[in-house]
């Protein structure tokens, strides 16, 4: 009898946390009732008042004054169990004096009463979506419910179910399935808590997406450990001379237009959340000879995801805002629909799949776009406010984050920035870099924050110069400086030190994906800029790598703009900037650097 009323005692209350409070209260009254009963009942048993027999009188010769003591009754209930049940009415009290107050929070007050402290993939796969408030707002019932939306979806369909369901308390968890790789896939969605009053779904979180998609991922290659930050813009033609230069990062595009194929025949077929894309063989093969060659001699690879397919062609990949209307090179990705976010996903994790250790090459760090502050001439959609087309790029951005980060954990992926920082100029087309960033920045965190990392192409001003030590007027240590190059390139740096830039209380990765200098003003200043901005980077700890453009000059370059960055001619011949690169990180850098000094006026 012992282990049953333990066992009782123990499931009542295993279960009183779902018990509403007037619920509580009643039972808890019920409950001292049957407590006191049960004492009442005990103390009637060891008294006897239920084991006594009625004696039947009879007249007896009384024979004298002998008294002879009864003995005691045995009770029914021992003293633990006593001790069980009268211990249980304070445990009830306790429970009812713990569990937080029932509050009426205004409707204009209750879209964000749960503050979601994370939206994760849990140890068992499923999405989990945690949260807290200071009380239990009232409702039509005691439970929370969670939904879920697409990225691209404005508000959350309160008709449809709710794909989880909690009771309400202080401390919340939702869990959902994340279904990934199937046509009902979550990796992507947002995630928001709502009640049940007046008889409709109202908000009471904000929405937030998963942020640790690398829970999922089969790989984990996050690069190689370098001794130096050097890095190039290679030439695919020209792989012993990689090798000759001690290139430690190299940059390169992939064009979408050259690797996505309009059917089977020739490609690489991937299924991707129930949908079967193509990739050309052709083109694969290219990148795989690269990425391995590069590898096998200990460079780590950035690549350029780069939009340029046409819109009659693969339509789903291209904003809908970005489909006509410009000769631009590169367009906006489409995050605004569920063809587009499909799209963008299994391209993204393909190309992940395929350069994480796989056997075709590696890929550490991602860079999803070129210059995508640049509107007008690099990452093309018709002109609109600068939230509206942020927006369009943070979701395309966090799709193409959530689908290579949960494929390859350890990967790095990056924003790309041109720049120009903080011109505040009337009828610039594009967008200036700080402000972009800020509102990039802001939008994920709301959303739920994740590692984003920085590409940044700090250029001179004009492009033409070569001298940047010497400083321009539209350039300053400021962080109101309307343009950052490498002579202002700390204002970046301590700009990404600043408290709402940080990621866990550290700063991001940032790399200087792209920055070059003409030799058409002379060998002699191209080596001498190239020098000096390695040696601000080598001393920078916040800078990660810095890909000088390029390796060998681009014909295109010269002759629309009169720029000729290479380290070699288009004919392959050397520069005298060659030797500088390949042994500034390295020993004899004395011998091949000094001479830069007396150019810059500056002892680095």
């Known amino acids: 009898m ?3 009323l333990s066992r009782i005692v123990k499931q009542f209350f295993d279960g009183i946390k779902n018990i509403s409070p007037k619920r509580m209260r009643v039972i808890s009254i019920v409950f001292s009732i049957i407590a006191v009963l049960s004492l009442v009942v005990s103390i009637a048993c060891v008294s006897g008042v239920f084991t006594q027999k009625k004696e039947t009188a009879k007249i007896v010769e009384e024979i004298g004054p002998e008294v002879t003591e009864a003995p005691k009754e045995k009770s029914y209930l021992n003293e633990d169990v006593l001790k069980a049940i009268t211990g249980s009415g304070d445990r009830v009290k306790r429970a009812l004096d713990e569990r937080p107050a029932t509050v009426e929070v205004p409707d204009e007050e209750l879209s964000d009463y749960v503050k979601v402290g994370g939206c994760l993939i849990g140890d068992s796969g499923s999405v989990e979506v945690m949260g807290d408030a200071e009380a239990i707002p009232t409702s039509d019932d005691k439970y929370y419910y969670l939904f ?3 990225t691209y979806e404005e508000s959350f369909d309160f008709e449809a179910e709710p794909i989880s369901k909690t009771y309400k308390d202080r401390e ?3 869990t959902a399935a994340l279904n990934k790789g199937e046509s009902g896939s979550r990796l992507f969605k947002k995630f928001v808590v709502a009640v049940k009053k007046d008889n409709e779904y109202k908000t009471v979180s904000h929405a937030s997406y998963i942020t640790n998609p690398e829970a999922t991922a089969a790989h984990n290659y996050g690069g190689m450990q370098q ?6 813009l290679i030439d695919p033609s020209r792989l012993g001379d990689v090798s000759d230069l001690g290139v430690n990062y190299a940059t390169y595009n992939i064009p979408l237009n050259r690797i996505l194929s309009p059917g089977a025949e020739g490609s690489v077929s991937y299924t991707y959340n129930g949908v079967t894309y193509h990739f050309n063989q052709r083109i694969l093969d290219e990148y795989d000879y690269l990425f391995t060659t590069l590898n096998s001699k200990g460079i780590d690879v950035a690549a350029i995801v780069l939009n340029d397919v046409s819109p009659s062609n693969f339509p789903e990949v291209t904003h809908p805002s970005a489909r006509g209307g410009s000769t631009a090179p590169y367009y906006m990705f489409n ?3 569920e063809s587009g976010v499909n799209a963008l996903g299994a391209i993204a994790s393909f190309l992940a799949g395929r350069y994480s250790g796989a056997g075709h090459g590696s890929v550490s760090m991602w860079i999803i776009g070129n210059e995508v502050n640049a509107r007008k001439e690099w990452n093309y959609m018709a002109q609109t406010d600068l939230e509206s087309y942020t927006a369009a790029y943070a979701r395309a951005y966090r799709v193409f984050y959530n689908a290579i980060k949960s494929t390859n954990a350890g990967a ?9 920082w903080d011109r505040n100029m009337k009828g610039n087309p594009d967008y200036d870099g700080r402000d972009m960033l800020d509102t990039f920045a802001s939008s994920l965190k709301n959303y739920g924050d994740i590692n984003w990392g920085l590409a940044f192409h700090p250029y001179t001003v004009p492009l033409t110069d070569v001298d940047f030590w010497n400083g321009h007027k539209l350039v300053s240590d400021s962080a109101d400086s309307s343009f950052i190059t490498m002579k202002n ?3 970046l740096t301590n700009y990404m030190s600043s408290e709402s830039m940080l990621y866990n209380g550290n700063v991001r990765s940032i790399i200087l994906s792209e920055v070059g200098y003409t030799s058409t003003k002379g060998d002699t200043l191209q080596a001498a800029a190239i020098a000096y901005a390695y040696s601000k980077v080598a001393a920078n700890p916040n800078l990660e790598a810095i890909m000088f453009s390029r390796q060998t000059d681009a014909a295109e370059e010269i002759a629309n703009d009169g720029l000729a960055m290479g380290l070699c001619t288009a004919g392959g ?3 005298f900037s060659y030797d500088v690169f390949k042994y500034m990180d390295t020993p004899q850098r004395e011998e091949y650097i000094s001479f830069a000094r007396g150019i810059v006026g500056v002892n680095f």
């Open 573 to 575: 011949g050397h520069k």
């Open 2 to 4: 012992r282990n049953l």
């Open 412 to 420: 790095k992926v990056y924003i790309s920035l041109d720049q120009q």
């Open 227 to 232: 001794s130096s930050k050097k890095g190039l």
């Open 172 to 174: 919340i968890k939702l």
């Open 148 to 150: 879920d939306a697409a």
């Open 489 to 491: 390139i700390d204002v």
């Open 335 to 337: 995050a605004s629909d």
